[in-house]
């Protein structure tokens, strides 16, 4: 368990409303990522942060936007929510694991986010 | 694109049999993971192998990789209901570690 929050865990929207979902780590990673996970295309990377205001962009970036003002905490922002975002959204960090050698990711437990 | 494809897209079994599924992908990596997803739940990391790792056990998993054929395997021996989740593998683009690429999953079921 890497200590790692998601809120909320159910959020159902309307269309063209914003929505922000909160990743929050207790343990000081630096490394953090949001993925969306659809049927028949696994997990998708949206954005990941390598630190405190430092961001980049997944390969399913358009129409999100992130922030991290502080270490614990990274924001994943729909500004105007869509019907194609309609999906569940899974915070992770990065940390070394039992292989020692090279970073494991660990998962929250997800949001299941719809919007009608 | 996605970097990983795992073949076969599910898989079902009974009990007590071997779960073999496959990963193929595109570029040179530094690693393979695997992970498990049970339904509803969030992905739980079960085994990396490096890329100058051929083979790699953990409990009843077998892990191998071939870089030749950018392909790797996981065997998961005497198969238990419990078993039964998505089954994904993940690699970086060998550039860095910082993104982690996932494919579309397997889905295992294991019959008692």
């Known amino acids: 368990d890497a200590g790692i929050t998601q809120s909320p865990r159910h959020k159902v929207t309307e269309t063209g409303t914003p929505v922000t979902l909160r990743c929050h780590q207790t343990e000081n990673h630096r490394y953090m990522y949001w993925y969306r996970q659809d049927p028949g295309h696994g997990l998708r990377l949206i954005h990941y942060s390598y630190g405190v205001k430092d961001t980049d962009k997944g390969e399913v970036s358009d129409g999100y936007s992130v922030s991290r003002s502080k270490t614990e905490d990274f924001l994943l922002t729909l500004e105007s929510a869509t019907s194609s975002q309609t999906s569940v959204y899974f915070c992770?960090?990065?940390?070394?694991?039992?292989?020692?050698?090279?970073?494991?990711?660990?998962f929250g437990p997800g949001t299941r986010l719809t919007v009608l | 694109s996605q970097q990983g494809e795992e073949d076969p897209q599910a898989l079902s079994i009974q009990e007590g049999e071997n779960a073999t599924m496959n990963c193929s992908y595109k570029?040179?990596?530094?690693?393979l993971q695997w992970y498990r997803q049970n339904s509803g739940r969030g992905l739980v990391h079960l085994i990396l192998i490096r890329s100058n790792e051929r083979e790699k056990h953990s409990g009843r998993l077998r892990v191998t990789l071939d870089t030749s054929k950018k392909s790797s395997s996981l065997l998961i021996t005497a198969s238990r209901a419990a078993d039964t989740a998505s089954y994904f593998c993940?690699?970086?683009?060998?550039?860095?570690?910082?993104?982690?690429?996932f494919g579309p999953g397997t889905s295992l079921s294991v019959i008692p």
């Open positions: 992770a960090i990065s940390r070394y694991g039992t292989s020692g050698s090279d970073p494991e990711q660990f």
């Open positions: 570029t040179s990596i530094n690693n």
């Open positions: 993940a690699t970086d683009a060998g550039t860095s570690y910082d993104k982690v690429i």
